[in-house]
């Protein structure tokens, strides 16, 4: 999987910004697995984040699906500048990046 979701995370995101060259992705992985941290252009921050985090989630839940073809587990970090780091669910909530969305729908997939 080497690197396969820091290139998908990255061309997802290029692809809905209106600042496409100021997207940057850090990859990081430890004992929790893949840790991808986004950062865009705080104009562009709305159209990640999408209407109730609903864009956010739904790129979390590729990656989620990225990871477990690739036996692994895969977490994003949205960077906000302007006040911490986002979650999908509402603009401004603030939890810790590595809480647990339900997949349960996905779980048994066998990819």
Same mark, same amino acid.
Do not use: C, W
């Given at each position: 999987m @080497?690197?396969q /979701?820091?290139e998908f995370?990255e061309m #997802? @995101?290029?692809?809905? @910004?209106? +600042?496409p +060259?100021? #997207? #940057?992705v =850090?990859r990081?992985? /430890?004992?929790? !697995?893949v840790?991808?941290?986004?950062?865009?252009n705080? %104009?562009d921050m709305?159209? @990640?984040?999408?209407r109730?985090?609903q864009t %956010?989630?739904?790129?979390?839940?590729?990656?989620?699906i990225? !990871? %477990?073809? *690739? *036996?692994s587990r895969v +977490?994003?970090?949205?960077?906000?500048?302007?006040?911490?780091?986002?979650?999908?669910e509402?603009h401004?909530?603030h939890r810790?990046?590595?809480? =647990?969305i339900d997949?349960?729908?996905i =779980?048994?997939?066998k990819?």
């Amino acid at each position: 999987m @080497v690197e396969q /979701d820091k290139e998908f995370l990255e061309m #997802v @995101v290029k692809s809905i @910004v209106s +600042n496409p +060259n100021d #997207v #940057v992705v =850090d990859r990081t992985i /430890d004992e929790r !697995g893949v840790l991808l941290t986004l950062k865009t252009n705080p %104009a562009d921050m709305g159209y @990640v984040i999408g209407r109730k985090g609903q864009t %956010a989630q739904s790129i979390r839940t590729l990656l989620k699906i990225i !990871g %477990a073809k *690739n *036996n692994s587990r895969v +977490n994003l970090k949205i960077y906000d500048p302007e006040g911490g780091s986002h979650r999908s669910e509402g603009h401004r909530e603030h939890r810790d990046s590595r809480d =647990d969305i339900d997949t349960s729908a996905i =779980d048994d997939l066998k990819i």
